[in-house]
C-alpha cells in the first residue's frame, strides 16, 4: 500500500515563500503530483514530477527526491488566492490510479 | 478542449433512497475515469475509475457501484443509500498513461438524512 505525510496547515503571508513537504511510503514509487483545491471547488493539476529535481511552473515549483522518498512544492510571491488545500499524491508502477494525501490547508494573510 | 460535467451540483437523499451521479467528458476519446469521494475537510478516496468501456475497477468495498455505458459516460449508483455515503463526489479523467495529471468535474455535495 501507500501512505502519503504532509502538514495539516501552513500559514504565510502575501508575498512570501512557503514550501508544502510530502514524505511518501510506497512499494513501487512512479510519480509525485500535486494538486490545489479552493474551498468549496475541485482539485486541479499543478504539476509533476517523474524524475527527481526542480520543475518549475510560473511562481510555482515542485521538487522530488526519490532517495528520500521526499517532495515538496513551493510557491513564491504568496498572493491571497494561494489560500488553499494543496495535496500531494503517488502513482505507483504499475497502476493507473493515484493515491491522495491528506492534504495542507495553506493560509496567506495580508 | 475537453470539459468534464457532473450533474447535479447538490443533492439531498433519504437514507435507503438510490442515487445515481452522472459524468461526462467531451472534447477527448477513450479517457481514463475516476470517481471520488471527499469527506468535509479530508481528502481525495478513490472510489473507482475505469480505462475503457465496461472496464471498470473498485477500490473500497461499499453500496456503491459504477457503469460506463459509452466512452465518456461514467456513472455512480446505490441502490440503498447510507449516512456515511455523505460526502463531496469528483469525477476525473485522465488521458493515455498520463494517470497523474486528472482532471476534475466541479463535483456533486450528497446529504444523506
Known amino acids: 500500500g501507500q501512505s502519503l505525510e504532509q502538514p495539516s496547515e501552513v500559514t504565510a503571508v502575501e508575498g512570501a515563500i512557503v514550501q508544502i513537504n510530502c514524505t511518501y511510503q510506497?512499494?513501487?514509487?512512479?510519480?509525485l503530483s500535486w494538486y490545489q483545491q479552493h474551498d468549496g471547488g475541485a482539485p486541479t493539476f499543478l504539476s509533476y514530477?517523474?524524475?527527481?529535481g526542480l520543475e518549475e511552473t510560473g511562481r510555482f515549483s515542485s521538487f522530488l527526491s526519490r532517495s528520500d522518498s521526499y517532495g515538496y512544492l513551493l510557491l513564491q510571491e504568496l498572493q491571497m488566492k494561494d489560500s488553499a488545500s494543496y495535496f500531494c499524491a503517488v502513482r505507483d508502477q504499475g497502476y493507473s490510479t493515484l493515491t491522495f494525501g491528506k492534504g495542507t490547508m495553506l493560509l496567506v494573510s495580508p | 478542449s475537453q470539459t468534464i460535467h457532473q450533474w447535479p451540483a447538490t443533492l439531498v437523499q433519504p437514507v435507503g433512497s438510490p442515487l445515481s451521479l452522472e459524468c461526462t467528458v467531451e472534447g477527448t476519446s477513450n479517457p481514463n475515469l475516476y470517481w471520488y469521494r471527499q469527506a468535509a475537510g479530508r481528502g481525495l478516496q478513490l472510489l473507482f475509475y475505469s480505462v475503457g468501456i465496461g472496464q471498470i475497477s473498485s477500490e473500497v468495498p461499499q453500496n456503491l457501484s459504477a457503469s460506463r455505458p459509452q466512452d465518456r459516460q461514467f456513472i455512480l449508483s446505490s441502490k440503498k443509500l447510507l449516512l456515511s455515503d455523505s460526502g463531496f463526489y469528483l469525477c476525473?479523467?485522465?488521458?493515455?498513461?498520463?494517470?497523474?495529471?486528472?482532471?476534475f468535474g466541479p463535483g456533486t455535495r450528497l446529504t444523506v438524512t
Open positions: 514530477n517523474g524524475l527527481d
Open positions: 476525473a479523467w485522465s488521458a493515455g498513461t498520463r494517470f497523474y495529471e486528472q482532471y
Open positions: 510506497t512499494s513501487g514509487f512512479y510519480g
